[in-house]
Structures are given as structure tokens and as C-alpha cells.
């Protein structure tokens, strides 16, 4: 059907091209290179598709490409223009907090994106803020304290 | 053309997409396309999964998220949320953690942020699950729903719009515009309870209530409870044996035994209706004795 004009920035590199009203963000961003954004479960429910939407984590699966029209989109590859998104990374490799790696984009995202708003979280908020983020391998204790060593290091540098 | 229904977690149909950018523009819309397979996007949340699981289709997809009109909180005179506001925008006001805790707490126990950025009230409202989180509580504060068409204008009670599951009584040029829940008097107490499997989970029950202490006495109250018959009901039956009278443990006890037995819950994949029974006897208890403290009631 009809193709319809889109215009956004992902990872603030503006594009410019078209998309059909029911193809997911998920899709799009996969179809344009954005091959970081993993696709698992496809309904919202396990969170390794999340990218952020206009400073807000949300799931590209069930968004629109439609819906990102004219706003800003990061994906875990634009996390490294950021402080916080590289301490996370080295975090996550020093905790061992990845194991097939499948929901370590989403969960970075979602870290991210939850300690950009509260930097110093327990690890009760910091499980609260990934329980939309499904992990099979590590059982999530690497993940929490992989967050919560960041947290730690927020509280000693504030 | 094959329509893939079960599972297939792709959008298998085609639609048209509008994203207006007044509420006029929207209305407009809905009033062409009033005859047609017209849905209302706001946060997706429960729509594009319900089209890519479960097969629900639309010809036209009407975005109101790009509305600047839907997008206003109002905390002068009770509360007035526009329909385009996030639910967690909501969670994040003061008013609303202070002065209505079984929303903020039915907020907060919804899914996970990343649904929450994206999901709102109304859609919550108009998806008229039985188990829809928000419904209780509004129900316990005794919001209103503001909906506007071409036609003009009217306001409903949460309480009165949702008549079955997935059924309300909005007609097809109209649009939720708003929810309305009205100033809370002082010495009033609500609280919000569910029970689901994990942190994310639909509801297994969840239930809301608010109370309006005067001295020792309930001046008045509301016991709603969800996921327990085809929409989220009063149990009215229970609400009378506490309304006028002097609050104590005993009474509390009584009063949730008759909740839990004016309920109609069903068998289904969350739970039994056994076990629904018995936890709507003790959540009522523990949500009564809840919000009875918070209006600075003594037991």
C-alpha cells in the first residue's frame, strides 16, 4: 500500500526516506542498518528490541515507524557518544553480564535510560526498572550488579 | 488475501495512518471514516500487540499522539489529564502520589517503564480489559470521561462507560479527550491492590478503595474490584455494611467476606475462581485497613 514520508534521527544522524504505515519501528530501523536493534519475541513482551523515543525507553516492536516521524531515536550503538552509556558497557563486560548477549542491547537502553533519571537506584529499583527485559542466560544477578556498580560509582563522583 | 491470525507477530494487514495534529483534525477524521474499520493509536500498547497476536484488524489508524490539546495535566481543581499524556507522566506528578495513591499505585504496579513511556490512560480505559489496572481506582475516585465528536460534547463515569469486555459506550465519531477525577475531600483514603504472577504481570485480581473517614465514622465508600466478572465492579453490598458506620477490625473483616461473595470470578489461564475468592477476601481486608489509615482512621 500507499508509502509515506517519514523523517527522523537515529543515533543523531538524520534520515529522510519512507516507510508503510504497518511496518514497526523494529522493522524500519533493522531495514535502514540498524541491525543492533535485536528482535526477539516481537509483542512487547521481552525488551531486547527497546530503543529510546524522544529521551523515553520504549519497545520498537510495538511502535509505529510511523510514530517516530520528526523525533529522535537512539539505539544501543549511540550509547557511546554518551558518559554514562560507555561506564555501563565497560560495567556490563567487567560483571560478566553478558552471556549469548540477545537482551544486552535492551537492557543497556533501559539502564541507561532509568539512570539518566534516578543515577543513584537500590538494586529492588534497579530490578524494578529491567523487569520488562527478559534474560535467559544470566539469571539477572551479573545485570543488576553490573547497573549497580554504575549506581555506586554516580553516589562517589555527586 | 490470507489473514494470518494466530501468533504471527508481524502487522499483517495493511492500514492507513493519520497522525493529526489538532483535535479538530482528529475529529474530522473520525467522522469521515465513522463507518469504516477505524482505530484510535494512542500508546499501542494493547492495539499493535492485539493486531499482530491476535489478529485484530483496522482499515485506518487514527494517531492521536501528535495532539498538543491532549497533552495537558491540570491539578488546579481535582485532576484533568489530557488523553495524549503517557501513564508515566502521571506517576510522576505530585498531586497524584499525594493525594490519589490507588491511581499512582495502579500506575506503578503496570507493566514495565518502557510500556508505561508509551501507554495512557484512556487507552487503558477504552481497551476495557476486566483486568485493566487504572479502571478501579478511577472508579474508586469517581472520575469522569469527557467525549467529543463533531456532534458536540458529553461526560461520562468510568464507572458507567465500560459495559462488557473489550465493549464501551463510545460511539464511532467520538473521542476520549480527557479523564476528570474530582478534588478529594480531606480525610479521605484510597489504596490500590493487585495480585499478578510477577512485577509486570496482568492481574490475577486487583482491586481499588477509597474511604471517607468523619471521627470514627466511614462517611463513605467504594470497594471496586477487577478481573473478577466481565468489567471491573462495586461491591456495592459490602460498601453498605461500612457507609455511616464506626470503623473497626471486626466490621473490616465482615466487609470483605461479603466482597469476596458478591464477585463473580471465572476459571481462566491467571487463575481459579476458588483462588480469586479467597484473594479478594483478604485484599479487600488489607486495601480496607490501607486507606482507612490513611485518612487518619485508628483501628
Known amino acids: 500500500m500507499e508509502e509515506y514520508k517519514i523523517d527522523l534521527t537515529v543515533n543523531g544522524e538524520k534520515i529522510s526516506t519512507t516507510a508503510k504505515a504497518e511496518e514497526s519501528l523494529l522493522k ?68 560478566g553480564a553478558i552471556q549469548c548477549g540477545f537482551c544486552t542491547p535492551g537492557m543497556i537502553i533501559t539502564a541507561k535510560n532509568y539512570l539518566d533519571q534516578n543515577p543513584i537506584p537500590n538494586r529492588e529499583e534497579i530490578k524494578k526498572a529491567i523487569s520488562g527485559n527478559l534474560c535467559r542466560c544470566t539469571g539477572y544477578k551479573k545485570i543488576v550488579d553490573a547497573i549497580y556498580a554504575v549506581a555506586v560509582e554516580n553516589q562517589r563522583s555527586k | 488475501m490470507i489473514r494470518l491470525t494466530n501468533n504471527t507477530k508481524i502487522l499483517t494487514q495493511e492500514f492507513e495512518y493519520f497522525a493529526p495534529k489538532t483535535l479538530a483534525g482528529a475529529l474530522d477524521l473520525l467522522y469521515r471514516y465513522q463507518d469504516k474499520n477505524t482505530r484510535i493509536l494512542a500508546g499501542g500498547t494493547d492495539l499493535l500487540v492485539k493486531m499482530k497476536t491476535i489478529g485484530l484488524d483496522a482499515d485506518y489508524l487514527i494517531s492521536i499522539k501528535e495532539i498538543p490539546e491532549l497533552k495537558f495535566i491540570d491539578t488546579d481543581a481535582g485532576l484533568r489529564i489530557g488523553a495524549a499524556v503517557p501513564l508515566s507522566h502521571i506517576e510522576k506528578i505530585e498531586k497524584v502520589r ?183 477476601r483478604v485484599m479487600t481486608e488489607d486495601a480496607l485497613k490501607l486507606a482507612w489509615g490513611r485518612a487518619g482512621g485508628e483501628l
Open chain 1, 28 to 95: 524500519f530501523l533493522r531495514r535502514n542498518g540498524f541491525t543492533e536493534v535485536k528482535c526477539g519475541c516481537e509483542k512487547g513482551e521481552c525488551g531486547t528490541c527497546t530503543v529510546i523515543l524522544n529521551e523515553k525507553a520504549v519497545k520498537s516492536c510495538i511502535t509505529l515507524a510511523l510514530q517516530a516521524n520528526h523525533k529522535e531515536v537512539w539505539t544501543v550503538k549511540g550509547m557511546e557518544k554518551f558518559e554514562l552509556g560507555r561506564k555501563l558497557q565497560k560495567s556490563f563486560v567487567n560483571y
Open chain 2, 98 to 280: 499525594e493525594k490519589y495513591p490507588a491511581l499512582y499505585e495502579s500506575i506503578k504496579s503496570m507493566a514495565a517503564i518502557a510500556i508505561r513511556n508509551m501507554a495512557t490512560m484512556p487507552g487503558n480505559i477504552c481497551n476495557a480489559s476486566p483486568a485493566g489496572d487504572t479502571i478501579p481506582p478511577l472508579i474508586a475516585y469517581e472520575a469522569k470521561l469527557k467525549l467529543v465528536s463533531k456532534r458536540g460534547e458529553r461526560t461520562v463515569l468510568v464507572e458507567d462507560f465500560i459495559t462488557g469486555v473489550g465493549k464501551t459506550i463510545i460511539k464511532r465519531d467520538e473521542l476520549l479527550t480527557q479523564v476528570i477525577i474530582p478534588e478529594i475531600s480531606k480525610n479521605s483514603g484510597g489504596a490500590f491492590l493487585k495480585k499478578g504472577r510477577v512485577k509486570a504481570d496482568i492481574a490475577k485480581i486487583n482491586l481499588a478503595v477509597c474511604l471517607k473517614r468523619e471521627g470514627e465514622i466511614c462517611k463513605d465508600c467504594r470497594i471496586v474490584l477487577g478481573s473478577v466478572f466481565i468489567k471491573a465492579v462495586r461491591a456495592k453490598k459490602a460498601e453498605e455494611l461500612l457507609r455511616g458506620q464506626v470503623i473497626n477490625n471486626d466490621l473490616i473483616i465482615k466487609t470483605a467476606k461479603k466482597a469476596s461473595e458478591v464477585i463473580k470470578p471465572i476459571d481462566d489461564i491467571r487463575s481459579t475462581a476458588e483462588y480469586r475468592t479467597e484473594l479478594a
